[in-house]
């Protein structure tokens, strides 16, 4: 495919390369290289995780569901402390309707296993975790 004879002997349609993926793959990569490389994106991660994990950890009213040796620092499932399955669901219907009301979406968790779930891939911002928390605080006192 990189070689030009090809595309000669095939009179340009052997393959059109996905142009825009490329341009925006080149977009990511500079954002990236500008954000401290593949090591800026590690130490960012992982401190979005532990803000995260330690705020689910010392919380009353939440908790997060992966053991503390197998957790994600991408993909992040928690659950309320409600132990009555008929409330606990409401309570978490209720909670991912308001966090979209608030700019904070597609919370809801697994839907075999219900809960939540925030996704905090490479995009989001720290500021993004913080608002998260600040939701979940008034959330619980809300609601507990």
């Known amino acids: 495919m990189l070689t030009y004879k090809t595309h000669a002997d095939e009179d340009s349609m052997y393959n059109t390369p996905p142009c825009y993926t490329i341009y925006v793959l080149g977009k990511v990569m500079k954002?990236?290289?500008?954000n401290g490389g593949a090591e800026g994106m590690k130490k960012r991660n992982y401190a979005?995780?532990?803000?995260?994990?330690?705020?689910?950890?010392?919380?009353?009213?939440?908790?997060?569901?992966?053991?503390?040796?197998s957790r994600s620092i991408m993909n992040i499932p928690f659950l309320t402390?409600?132990?009555d399955e008929a409330k606990a669901k409401e309570i978490n219907d209720k909670f991912v309707k308001g966090a979209a009301a608030?700019?904070?979406?597609?919370?809801?968790?697994?839907?075999?296993?219900?809960?939540?779930?925030?996704?905090?891939?490479?995009?989001?911002?720290?500021?993004?975790?913080?608002k998260l928390i600040k939701y979940m605080d008034k959330f619980a006192k809300d609601n507990a």
């Open 31 to 34: 954002w990236i290289e500008e």
């Open 48 to 69: 979005k995780a532990k803000m995260f994990y330690d705020y689910l950890d010392n919380s009353k009213y939440y908790h997060a569901t992966a053991a503390k040796g």
């Open 81 to 83: 402390k409600e132990t």
């Open 102 to 130: 608030e700019g904070l979406v597609n919370l809801a968790g697994h839907r075999l296993v219900g809960g939540m779930r925030a996704s905090i891939y490479n995009a989001m911002p720290i500021e993004g975790v913080e």
